[in-house]
T-cell receptor, first 112, second 117 residues
Framework: GENVEQHPSTLSVQEGDSAVIKCTYS??????FPWYKQELGKRPQLIID?????GEKKDQRIAVTLNKTAKHFSLHITETQPEDSAVYFC???????????FGTGTRLQVFP | EAQVTQNPRYLITVTGKKLTVTCSQN?????MSWYRQDPGLGLRQIYY???????DKGDVPEGYKVSRKEKRNFPLILESPSPNQTSLYFC????????????????FGDGTRLSIL
């Protein structure tokens, strides 16, 4: 079945620096790749998503890139701020199924 | 306000005592799903439902049951809870339009923290 690996598990950056989180997936039929942010004690919330017919998507300081050949996708956060501190989860959905497989999460800490 | 509501938010119970965690959404979403979150393991899908009376197993369905008798409700049932089911549980819903129901943004509830002694 589909497997999603996420790295790193923890990431510490200085405020203003960039942060990159990477995920790889195993099933080439995967076609939808969302990213969720979970603040401490809160629910996961979608921050950006990308579909397999697009290579890159950007929303202000957040961007996601997708490399279908290598089967990996990445979250890029620029000009990080303390409020970006949270756990980030990537996920993959396989075309023709109704399952959503999540990565194991990355704890991002942004130090002032 | 559009939301997914889970109850209870916290529950401490004992092994073998049947329990139900309710989930309700007011967005008329087709797709609903249950996840458990454990440290180091991320979110793992337990069961999902594409519509009323249509459910299927996720990656970790053992020990759980679900039902979808109404579109808005998707309860999670633990018939005989065991300590390894101690976890944080999330219900989620999405519009479910398109060929694959899971390829839409999911709206999560606030979570239910279950402790089974």
């Amino acid at each position: 079945g589909e497997n999603v690996e996420q790295h790193p598990s923890t990431l510490s950056v200085q405020e203003g620096d960039s942060a990159v989180i990477k995920c790889t997936y195993s099933d080439s039929a995967s076609n939808y790749f969302p990213w969720y942010k979970q603040e401490l004690g809160k629910r996961p919330q979608l921050i950006i998503d990308i579909r397999s017919n697009v290579g890159e998507k950007k929303d202000q300081r957040i961007a996601v890139t997708l490399n279908k050949t290598a089967k990996h996708f990445s979250l890029h956060i620029t000009e990080t701020q303390p409020e970006d501190s949270a756990v980030y989860f990537c996920a993959a959905s396989i075309l023709g199924t109704d399952k959503l497989i999540f990565g194991t999460g990355t704890r991002l800490q942004v130090f002032p | 306000e559009a939301q997914v509501t889970q109850n209870p938010r916290y529950l401490i119970t004992v092994t073998g005592k049947k329990l139900t965690v309710t989930c309700s959404q007011n967005m008329n979403h087709e797709y609903m799903s249950w996840y458990r979150q454990d440290p180091g393991l991320g979110l793992r899908q337990i069961y999902y439902s594409m519509n009323v009376e249509v459910t299927d197993k996720g990656d970790v369905p053992e020990g759980y049951k679900v039902s979808r008798k109404e579109k808005r409700n998707f309860p999670l049932i633990l018939e005989s809870p065991s300590p390894n089911q101690t976890s944080l549980y999330f219900c989620a819903s999405s519009p479910g339009t398109g060929f694959s129901f899971s390829n839409q943004p999911q709206h999560f509830g606030d979570g239910t923290r279950l402790s089974i002694l």
